[in-house]
Each structure stands twice: as C-alpha cells, then as structure tokens.
C-alpha cells in the first residue's frame, strides 16, 4: 500500500504529467497516422510481483502502448461510424474518473438527479415527446438489447405471462424486420429469441428501407399472440430510413412492439429539413441511439428511450430489500442490464452545458454537408462511382475498374495513414462506405480523402 499512498501524496504532477500527454496527443491529431494497422502488440511480460509505481507505469505506457493507438477521434476516421471526443466531454471524463460515482440507486449522491436530467436534455435535443423516459448504456447493442427485453415482456404479458420472472418458456413471439444491424441480431441472441428467428420483411427496391406492404401482410398472416417490429433510422450501409409513421400505425393496429434502430439516424432530427426521415418515430415504444457516435462523447455511451418505463422495470428489476429507495428518482440498476454503473451521465451533460443544441446542430450539418462534397466528387470522377445516393452522413461507393478488389484498394487507402475507411456490400456490390460524425472534421478534410482517392485508385 506504501506505493499507492505515495502517488496519492504526488497527485498533482502525475496528473499534471498524464494531462499535458493527453492535450498533446488531441492536438497532434490531425497529423497522426489514422490508423496503425498490423496488429501492435504490448511487449511480452510477466506481472509485476511489487509494482513500479504510477510514474514508472505511465513511462511504460509511453514506450509500449502510444506508439500503437490509432487517431480514431482524429478528422479522417471515416470507418463504421466513429465519433470524436468534444474538449468539454473529454474533461468531464477525467472528472468521472476522479469521482468514481456508483450510479445504482438514488440516495446517497446527486449522481441519479443527473443522469435524469441529461435524459431529459437528450428528449429536448432529438425533439421527442416529454413522455418518454430512458436510461444510459454502454452503447446501441445494450439499447438494443432493452429495446427487445422491453419488448419480450410486452409479449409474454399479452399471453399471461411475466418472462422476467419464470423465463420465456412456452411464449409465442415473433419479430420482423428489413435490414437489422447486427446489434440487433446479437440482441436476438441474448434475450433468448434466437438471431435467426427474424422474420425477413422485404426491402423496397434499390434501398434497405422496409416495403410497408410487406410487413402488413406478414403482421395480418401471423397467428402469433406476441409481435415485435425491430425498424431502422438510418440503416448501416445506406442509410435508409424505415417509414416510421406508417409502420407504427401497423403496429398499432396488430398490437405489435415498434422498437427503432436509430443509433446514429436520430441525429437527423437536429436539421429541420430532413426531419421527415424520423417522422412517427415519436410512436415508438423504445428507441435506440448512440452517444459515442454523432454525440461525441467517449467510449461508452448508449442512450435508450422508451414510452414504457414500468414495462422497462418489471424487465431489469431484482427487486432486492436492502436495494430499497424511496426517493422519487428512478434506481437506474432497475432500467438496464448493470447494477453498479459508470457515471456516464457526466460527459453527456458537461457536452450539452457546453455546446447546446445549435454546436450539435452545427456539427451534424457540418457532416452532412462533408458527405455531400465527398458524393458529389465521386459523382464526377472517372474512377469511382456513388453506389446509392448520400442522404446523411454516409458515403458507398466503389471504383469503376473492378480489375482492382475493393479491398485491395481499402488496404492501400488505409495504409497511407492519411485516412481509414471501412468496406460494405450494396445491391450484392463490395463497396467502400464513408462516414462522417466526427466534430473536428472539415471541407479540407474532405479534400485531403479526395486527393488520396485520386492518387491510390491507379495502384
């Protein structure tokens, strides 16, 4: 204990030391290499029978670890969809270190009256109904995974039944959708419904989007006393959006579950002329979205909305005695899948006092516009071709010389360090798939890709 008692004494200049690397490393950025690809790996060692004290460890750090991380939070990151780490939630981070809260139960903290808030702050920033009530996770799979535990007990409730409590057991229950996102499938897996239990609702033509028409006639043909529709805003490759406003009413009138994907999608809704994507989301019973992509807050942050937070409990809750609150703030063990819970509420917040909806807003319009510029380049080349077009932030392309794999083309991209992009499949087609929700990135940015595009295309 003598050596952590020490540092403890000297914790202004370990932390001093730590926080000048950490604001070294967010300017240098832009200039990093985006990606170290190859696999690093730590030196090989045993563990340390008496330890090397903080500054002795952070030194290692330095020699064996930074050399290998990536400049995923930098401007070019344009893989999956990756967000950056904005300067205000990148303190509030450290903060949540520092302060080490348990956000389990209300009562001893003001930690609960937070997160509370920042739900109520988020139903602001997305334009949702006041209703809806929600919780923070450790990102879309653990929404989505909620959104169909909410969604089980809803069905097992329909046929008499409290799945939570007695298992699944004999309860009929089918789900549907067009284009899930593997979260979703995963989800499927983990609430015991079984991944490759989805009924496939057919596309409309030339889009991910789900055919409405479609799903009426599956949702009228089923005997099934248990109905769940998972829908997408903004699907991964495309970025398509289900037409929600149509879809709840068929729910409505089949007594289906509507859980929507909107991990990223949901964003959209800052940008008033494109809220007709997200049109009817309002009707949905749960909802899934992101913070670590478009919000900008570190790894990790989920955010899950739902109309039905007695039907969220009865799912989550152990109700164990000495886990008694009479507070009136929600006990958040009972609203998802952890008991003990990382203060992720904090950044959230600190983002949000310090940016307000017009920097989001900023933000995602910036994006979109970077996408846009990115499309109509591509537009225009010789060498490449716009697969579908760009309706948000999302960018699929591929060359038009299929003498050249995409993904030998991927690789010489990412390998120039300037630039990491990721690979998708459209209409059977490889495709490289573009995506921007990163604050730091901008016009020149889009620049530098197009200029790399040029150069690499010819091999």
């Known amino acids: 204990m003598s050596q952590i008692k020490s540092d403890l004494e000297n914790i202004s200049p370990l932390a001093n030391a730590v926080t000048k690397w950490c604001c070294d490393f967010q300017q240098q950025l832009p200039q990093m290499p985006v990606a170290v690809l190859g696999n690093p790996q730590p030196e ?10 903080a500054e002795r460890a952070f030194a290692q750090f330095i020699q064996q670890i930074a050399p290998g991380l990536s400049g995923s939070a930098g401007p070019r990151y344009l893989g999956f969809v990756t967000g950056g780490v904005t ?7 450290w903060i949540v270190a520092a302060i080490d809260q348990n956000v389990m139960v209300p009562g001893d903290s003001i930690s609960s009256a937070v997160e509370q808030q920042t739900i109520e702050w988020l139903l602001e920033l997305f334009s949702l109904p006041a209703e809806l009530t929600g919780t923070l996770t450790s990102g879309a799979t653990s929404a989505n995974i909620l959104g169909l535990l909410c969604a089980r007990q809803y069905c097992g409730d329909q046929q008499g039944m409290d799945i939570a409590r007695d298992g699944i057991g004999s309860a009929k229950i089918e789900v549907f959708s067009a284009c899930p996102h593997a979260s979703s499938k995963k989800a499927m897996a983990f609430t015991g419904m079984g991944r490759d239990s989805i009924i496939d609702v057919p596309t409309l033509a030339g889009s991910e989007a789900m055919d409405t028409v479609a799903l009426e006639n599956l949702l009228a043909a089923s005997k099934s006393p248990g109905k769940i529709v998972i829908a997408s805003a903004g699907t991964v490759t495309g970025t398509n959006f289900d037409d929600l406003q149509q879809i709840a009413q068929l729910c409505r009138q089949y007594q289906a579950w509507l859980h929507v994907d909107a991990a990223f999608g949901l ?8 809220l ?17 992509k478009w919000l900008n807050v570190p790894y990790d942050c989920g955010i899950f909305f739902t109309k039905h937070p007695e039907i969220l409990q009865q799912a989550c809750s152990v109700s164990a005695p000495y886990l008694d609150v009479s507070i009136n703030l929600p006990a958040y063990m009972d609203r998802g899948i952890e008991n003990s819970r990382r203060f992720r509420a904090m950044p959230v917040w600190l983002t949000l006092q310090a940016y307000g909806r017009d920097g989001y807003k900023e933000i995602v319009a910036n994006n979109c516009n970077q996408a846009t510029a990115l499309a109509r380049w591509i537009e225009q080349s010789n060498d490449y071709q716009l697969l579908t077009p760009c309706s ?3 960018v699929v392309f591929s060359p038009k010389n299929q003498q050249r794999s995409v993904k030998e083309l991927l690789n010489t991209l990412n390998q120039s360090g300037q630039v990491y992009l990721t690979p998708g499949m459209w209409d059977g087609q490889q495709a490289i798939r573009a995506a921007f929700s990163n604050w730091r990135t901008s016009i020149e940015d889009v620049e530098i890709v197009c200029e790399l595009l040029s150069q690499k295309v010819a091999g």
């Open 44 to 53: 090989k060692a045993e563990l340390q029978q008496q330890g090397l004290g």
């Open 87 to 93: 300067p205000a939630a990148m303190l509030a981070d």
């Open 267 to 274: 964003f959209s809704r800052l940008i008033t002329e494109r």
């Open 276 to 292: 007709p994507l997200t049109a009817g989301i309002e009707h949905a019973d749960s909802i899934t979205c992101d913070g670590h």
């Open 392 to 394: 948000l932030n999302v």
